[in-house]
């Protein structure tokens, strides 16, 4: 067998997999909004105790994502992931049904490690698959569409802090029946190497990169809706309105990043499109008006959706083993919890002229940094399935970078 041959094709027990583990994992950030909300009206926590629970959660997933990166290349990604989608069930059903704050605090930052252990093992199996760009597209888009679809029922189920704690447990449970399909890397020679060496120059400047970006890009979301009600004169329906139209926007970004890829390249690509983005986080930040701040953010969203797919691709093209993708996936969520915490003090400290400067130029620098990387990594521009050689050989870069 070629190894090209042993990596895994997109069939549908592979698809229901990454669905399965990947997207339901993701589900628990989605619904922060909500959780902050039923923190709030059930157990009398302050918005900001609240807040930083929900900030304490996304730290516990990236605490798991890191803690689990070591295992991913050797281990058996359906039982680690498994593992991670039980402790996920426990800690969120815990607090479901104590309902008490002790138990509530103590179980939702347990779930969220159980949701990292999740991320991280379907993250390195996605570097696994024939074509790894279309892995993690299907899974972005995928991911948008859940996100979206759970967002508009939870009202309907009871959107309650039990009723809220009791779908994050299930969405655990029912990964079960579909973490046998992640796939495990069975390339022994490309397997090795990869997990005996450190992370290379390249693979460590990704991810510090991408997680400074994602701290910008969250916290001019998290800051929004008060930029929208203070200074652009909306309601507070239309900025949620507005806001829900940018995780449509990101669902359009997602499905338009493989032709972004094969018209342009990726390097081009990614720098384009997050200079789209910078502009248009510098005119949320500044707007004066609502229709300028609602088509800031939307096209903010819809830019976001389409590097997530671009960045998440080339760090699984870095390295089969899919440690890499598992690194930049951690600090990312880093920077999606610490943005809305930094936004939030920042808001009030500087002008918006200012704090727009302040967040536009670095994201202008950082896309100029992700098309160095992109340009210098050895990954295919254009994307397509790999191509690794019989005789021992990579065809891509190991952590070594």
């Known amino acids: 067998m070629s190894r090209t041959s042993s990596l895994a094709a997109l069939t549908p027990k592979v698809v229901t997999g990454f669905l399965g583990t990947w997207v ?13 909300g039923a923190l709030v009206a059930d157990l009398g926590m302050s918005v900001g105790a609240a807040s930083t629970l929900a900030t304490a959660m996304s730290l516990g997933t990236a605490t798991g994502i890191f803690a689990t990166n070591k295992f991913v290349a050797h281990g058996d ?10 402790v996920m069930a426990l800690g969120f059903g815990a607090g479901a049904v104590i309902l008490a704050e002790p138990a509530v605090v103590i179980g939702v930052v347990l779930g969220g490690i159980g949701a990292g252990v999740v991320v991280a093992t379907a993250t390195a199996a996605s570097a696994a698959t024939r074509d790894p760009d279309k892995t993690v597209n299907t899974v972005m888009i995928v991911n948008r569409l859940a996100a979206a679809a759970l967002l508009a029922i939870v009202p309907f189920l009871g959107s309650d802090l039990r009723n809220i704690l009791m779908i994050l447990a299930a969405l655990g449970l029912a990964g079960l029946l579909a973490a046998g399909g992640l796939p495990n890397l ?28 994602s701290m910008t890009e969250d916290l001019v979301y998290a800051i929004s809706g008060v930029i929208g009600m203070e200074s652009a004169g909306m309601s507070l329906d239309s900025v ?20 972004a890829l094969k018209l342009l390249g990726r390097s081009v690509a990614v720098v384009a499109i997050i200079t789209i983005g910078s502009l248009c986080k510098y005119a949320v930040l500044t707007a004066g008006s609502a229709a300028v701040l609602s088509v800031g953010i939307v096209l903010a969203g819809t830019m976001y959706g389409a590097v997530l797919a671009l960045v998440f691709g080339l760090a699984a093209r870095m390295d089969l083993s899919g440690r890499v993708g598992t690194l930049v996936m951690g600090v990312y969520i880093v920077g999606v919890a610490l943005g809305p915490v930094i936004g939030g003090n920042l808001i009030g400290l500087i002008s918006a002229q200012a704090l727009g400067l302040a967040i536009g130029i670095p994201s202008l620098v950082l896309g100029a940094l992700l098309f160095w990387i992109s340009r210098r990594s050895g990954v295919s521009e254009r994307g397509g399935e790999l191509a690794v050689a019989a005789e021992g050989r990579e065809g891509q870069p190991t952590l070594a970078g």
């Open 24 to 36: 339901l994992a993701l589900l628990a950030a989605n619904l922060v909004p909500v959780l902050i």
């Open 77 to 86: 990604r359906p039982r680690i992931a498994r593992v991670g989608l039980v």
């Open 186 to 213: 069975r390339i022994e020679a490309a397997q090795k190497p990869a997990t005996e060496r450190r992370f290379g120059s390249k693979a460590v400047i990704l991810a510090v990169v991408f997680g400074v970006w």
């Open 240 to 259: 949620s309105f507005v806001i829900s139209l940018s995780v449509v926007g990101g669902l359009l970004g997602a499905l338009a990043s493989p032709l």
